[in-house]
């Protein structure tokens, strides 16, 4: 069967090759169903073991912000074989995590591309991969098997990034280079029919080189070529050069940033978090001139490859940061995990795309201003300023029920959809007994409820009740697509100039330098630490101690 | 409140009743899950009602401490404030005094104890308690009682017990004159420790005071004496208890302690241990609970239990994937835990649907066949259903009596 690109561009065709660009991604089945149109640039949600962190799967469901899945693979080398790949069916993935065959589509990564941890070296057959029990090198021909037997709709090949300390030197890029293509070529290699494995559906490439301009375009450049002899074998249908088996671009600005904060470092002594609850891309910021340098090197390595397919980029550390990638390159698939790590540490998104021209949102209080003038991109609900604030997480987003009561409030706000903002009372419950139906007959299903207050997850943070993360990780992907619904519109409706005009006022209003973030971290850490000891800590050794009864539940 | 008493068991003391409060209906014997900070761990108010569950508990002592009564009362109430329409108990505080406190001293005014805040003393009266509670604006509230550990021994014992009497005098007059009395029912608890003739005194005492409280609680239990007295003494005070009011046994939440008292003729219970116990990755199964860290359960393509309306059984979760998610990941936590608020749900549902329709003693047969089978029944269940007419072993010769509290656990930490 003839099935459709994974990408088509829409809507009118840029002058060049860069330039903000929308466009759609059509997941189809093995069988040539379709199962999921995607327009974009839009959101890639993360996860962690499997799972969408802090989301049960009832609440995957429930948050409709969510449709691509990246799932990192390593997590699963803790057994061998992985138990990913002892799942029966065409949807492995989706069958054993839980996700929805026919809303959610799979990127399969082996690495967690958020994750800059110090690695050994990868060698010259393998990638060294990290999981609870330590470090495992997959070698590409296991790779190979994983992905043959997960199915998922799309995966990235093998990519050598360097994990060692910085810089890396000239002969260590070649060599990434030179594993890069070989294991690019490796998992686009048709099977020996003796063999039960089956070529991937839709192939990514990490686009190699890390800063070095040179070095990247090198590794496109190598892409483009027409396959060498000792690779043919196997390449078929026959494949002119490794571009042609590839179904888009991955770039991780994790090891980029890490790049130019040690450049940076090298000068001025900024300390990496020392702390083992911190991720090492926590503080990671981005600022105009990162994102200048970002663009340099996504140019470098796009230039000598066509456009038209999609570009899909990862651990992107703030919004300006997405904007000017989608302005200045057009990026088509972005991944949230900032967005995401942000409801771990107690922040509630408030901002939108294009930015509303009244910022002074009607009841409920905007996000602070800073010294610069701009205002925070949410709201750190650990703060004290948060503990008698009743109203709804985001300011510049309405709640369901106050959007549909009878008197709607005056402004246009459009209205949160996430489970925090716009609650609904069950459609069902479960009845243990038949005379349990006495119980629910005044109440009504699928009705929705008031919306969930600041103070409320002031107080869970501060009590360390996993619910808060629940609700904010729901809010905060929420928030997040629709800020990408957001620029489809701007571009879809006013092109480059206007989205040019709309990012330019976006970065005058919101406050890049996320010193949110960094004191969300701050309080977050210390109620970590408080839980280590203090008073809390001797009321759970109490509690451990008589395991039942009537103790309460810390 | 409305209480009425539906259906009763031919055999044993227990029964299905209907309690209306100003928040629903709750159908009588349940379990309440503990929602200590105001909140179910992990879970909305949403996910806690499609589980089939519409009454929860608060902790008076922690939410006074945290939001604050200020708070509490600014969004209109401990409902409003976590968004749970359904109906909603509290303690009085006392017990959490008592036991998180070091300096907590108790004199005839009240409690007094050192300030979690500024180490001040302060002091929690019977009144203080109540006025607490009605800010938090509970269905059913507690009254103030002087709480001695469970094996305390001596005068101390008969010393609470009376003030408690006298402390429940203080509460209903307090409540009473409040004009809070038409929403908020007010309960008692039972006191006079492990000794038959101070739980006598005591519910001698409580139970002239019947028309000026909704329910009856016993408490002093659950704090590490033998199950052979416990269940007596639920026995004892059941017994007695006055028919037209709930009995509410604190800080109960095993399965087979939950039957046992609902068999004796309590309609409430309430426990952390679910919640608690999902955190750690165990499973709660009608065969026994499970160990989900345990490395046999790794690639284990079954769910936690066939057939679990839970949202994690019935969504296909596996034991594999908990086992790879369970205390490194809080969305296993949530999964768990759904699971084993449902399972305990499904126990007291179980009866409920079986006192109805006469069939209760079997129900408890079968249910300690399938979750103790062969590793023996604990002998305190034997004792304290013959107790009410259920022969637990009859026609199981071969089944072993486990002494003491023969609780059957898969909580090696192996992997
Ligand atoms: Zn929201
Ligand atoms: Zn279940």
């Known amino acids: ?554 | 409140m409305q209480f009425e008493v539906l259906a009763k068991c031919h055999t044993t003391r227990a029964r299905v009743s209907r309690m209306r409060l100003a928040h629903g209906v709750t159908m009588l014997p349940t379990f309440m899950p503990v929602a200590t900070q105001a909140a179910i761990k992990g879970l909305t108010p949403q996910q806690v009602e499609a589980l089939g569950v519409n009454l929860i508990l608060n902790n008076t002592y922690h939410l006074n401490l945290r939001p604050g009564i200020e708070v509490l009362k600014e969004a209109g109430g401990a409902h409003k404030f976590q968004g749970w329409n359904h109906n909603l108990l509290t303690d009085s505080g006392g017990f959490q005094l008592v036991s998180l406190s070091k300096f907590t001293k108790i004199t005839e005014e009240g409690a007094l104890f050192a300030s979690p805040f500024d180490g001040e003393p302060t002091m929690l009266t019977p009144e203080e308690s109540i006025s607490i509670q009605h800010a938090i604006g509970a269905d059913i509230i507690m009254q103030l009682d002087d709480v001695v550990p469970s094996l305390t021994v001596g005068p101390r014992v008969e010393e609470a017990m009376w003030r408690t009497v006298r402390w429940l005098d203080r509460c209903i007059n307090f409540h009473q004159k409040s004009g809070r009395d038409d929403v908020q029912n007010l309960f008692a608890i039972v006191q006079g420790g492990l000794e038959p003739d101070l739980r006598d005194k005591c519910l001698d005492e409580m139970i002239t005071r019947k028309d000026r409280v909704a329910g009856y609680a016993i408490g002093g239990l659950s704090g590490g004496e033998e199950k052979d007295i416990f269940w007596r003494v639920i026995k004892q005070c059941a017994d007695s208890l006055p028919e037209d009011r709930p009995r509410y046994s604190m800080g109960i939440g095993f399965a087979e302690d939950l039957l046992v008292c609902v068999a004796l003729g309590v309609d409430m219970a309430d426990c952390v241990f679910p919640t608690r116990t999902a955190r750690f990755g165990v499973a709660l199964t009608r065969n026994g609970p499970l160990n989900l860290r345990l490395g046999k359960h790794a690639t284990d393509m079954r769910p936690i239990e066939e057939g679990c309306p839970c949202p994690t059984c019935s969504s296909g979760t596996t034991r594999a994937l908990l086992n790879h998610t369970a205390t490194l990941e809080t969305a296993a936590a949530h999964a768990i835990t759904q699971h084993n608020l449902v399972f305990q749900a499904r126990v007291m549902g179980g009866a409920r649907e079986a006192i109805m329709s006469g069939t209760f003693p079997q129900y408890l047969k079968d249910f300690f066949s399938n979750y103790f089978g062969d590793a023996g029944y604990p002998g305190w269940c034997v004792n304290a259903l013959k107790s009410v007419g259920v022969d637990l072993l009859e026609g199981r010769p071969d089944t072993k009596v486990i002494p003491g509290d023969g609780a059957k656990w898969e909580y090696s930490d192996a992997a």
């Open chain 1, 1 to 554: 069967m003839a099935s459709r690109p994974l990408f088509t561009l829409t809507g009118s065709p840029l002058a060049g090759k860069y330039g903000p660009r929308t466009g759609r991604i059509d997941i189809d089945r093995q069988d040539g169903t379709s199962i999921l149109q995607t327009d974009t640039p839009a959101l890639l949600t993360a996860t962690s073991r499997g799972v969408v962190p802090h989301l049960s799967r009832d609440n995957v469901h429930l948050t409709k912000a969510i449709h691509h899945i990246q799932l990192p693979f390593e997590s699963f080398l803790d057994r061998n074989p992985p138990v990913l790949t002892l799942v029966e069916g065409t949807q492995p993935l989706h069958t054993f995590l839980g996700f929805d065959p026919n809303k959610h589509a799979i990127t399969l990564t082996l690495r967690d591309p958020s994750d800059g941890r110090k690695m050994p070296p990868n060698g010259n057959d393998f990638v060294s991969a990290h999981c609870t029990r330590g470090v495992r090198k997959v070698s590409p021909s296991a790779w190979k098997s994983y992905v043959s037997k997960c199915k998922p709709d799309l995966v990235v090949a093998l990519s050598d990034t360097p994990f060692t300390p910085a810089p890396h030197s000239q002969k260590r890029l070649t060599k990434s280079i030179e594993r890069s293509i070989a294991w690019l070529a490796d998992i686009l290699r048709v099977p020996l029919p003796d063999e039960a494995i089956t070529r991937p559906r839709n192939v990514l490439v990490h686009l190699a080189g890390g800063v070095e301009a040179e070095a990247r375009s090198e590794f496109a450049e190598r892409l483009t070529e027409p396959i060498e002899q000792r690779d043919a074998p196997g390449l078929s249908p026959p494949l002119n050069t490794l571009d042609d088996g590839v179904a888009g671009y991955v770039f991780d600005l994790q090891p980029l940033h890490a790049a130019f904060s040690a450049e940076a470092s090298r000068t001025n002594s900024s300390p990496s978090p020392a702390n083992e609850l911190l991720h090492s891309s926590d503080r990671q910021r981005s600022s105009p001139e990162t994102s200048i340098a970002l663009v340099e090197l996504l140019h470098a390595s796009l230039d000598p490859l066509p456009a038209d397919k999609p570009r899909i980029i990862n651990s992107p550390v703030s919004p300006h940061e997405i904007l000017r990638l989608v302005r200045d390159i057009g990026v088509d698939l972005i991944d949230g995990s900032w967005a995401q790590r942000a409801a771990d540490i107690g922040i509630a998104l408030d901002f939108r795309f294009p930015t509303p021209t009244d910022t002074s949102c009607a009841n409920a209080p905007v996000p602070r201003a800073r010294a610069n003038g701009k205002r925070d991109l949410g709201h750190n609900l650990f703060d004290a300023l948060y503990r008698h604030d009743r109203s709804r997480l985001a300011s510049c987003f309405l709640d369901g029920q106050s959007a549909s009561s009878a008197v709607p409030p005056p402004h246009g706000l459009p209205v949160c959809e996430c489970h925090a903002c716009s609650p609904r009372s069950p459609a069902s419950r479960i009845l243990h007994s038949s005379v349990d139906s006495q119980a629910w007959a005044d109440v009504r299903p699928y009705a929705l409820q008031p919306p969930v207050m600041r103070s409320y997850v002031h107080h869970l943070l501060h009590t360390h009740e996993m619910s808060s993360h629940a609700l904010l990780a729901m809010h905060n992907l929420t928030a997040l697509s629709r800020f990408f619904a957001g620029v489809r519109e701007v571009i879809a409706r006013g092109g480059q100039e206007e989205f040019e005009r709309e990012v330019e006022r976006f970065e005058t209003t919101y406050d890049e330098g996320m010193a949110l973030w960094d004191e969300a971290e701050r309080m977050w850490l210390e109620v970590e630490r408080a839980r280590g000891k203090g008073r809390l800590s001797r009321e759970r050794e109490k509690q451990a101690a008589s395991m039942i009864g009537t103790a309460v539940d810390l």
